[in-house]
């Protein structure tokens, strides 16, 4: 029983870390702002148009493409088979001992459901820029 509230006990830690942190920072940054140890005034470089390229302040929202967020869900999807594809074929020489030919097999349903997406977007020609 008393390892049961022991295990509570540093979820509770933790969730007070993940709470803390963030308000810290933020209140760090007022400090540091009252202070003026971090300047607070605007200048043309902060005033400038970002990777969007568009101006960071205009008097009336722009028309922005809509490719430019299809490219980014697409480089999610297979952002996401990368992050997943790189440590299992680190670890296959581990796994071929222990599961034999189903970690392989695992492995080609998730790269097949992966290629669903890509499919689809190939043949509605979301990967060309025009």
Known sequence: MQDYFRQYGLLVIFVAIAIGMPIGMLSLSLLAQRFKVRP????????????????????????????????ALLFVVFD???????????KYGVMTQQFGLVALGAMLVFLGVLTVPYLYAWRKRALEWQ
């Open 80 to 90: 996401v088979e990368t992050v997943f594809l790189y440590p299992w074929a680190v």
């Open 40 to 71: 607070s005034r605007s200048s043309e470089v902060k005033r400038a148009a970002y990777e969007s390229g568009m101006p960071p302040m205009s008097p009336k929202p722009t028309l922005f493409n809509i490719r430019y967020y299809q490219y």
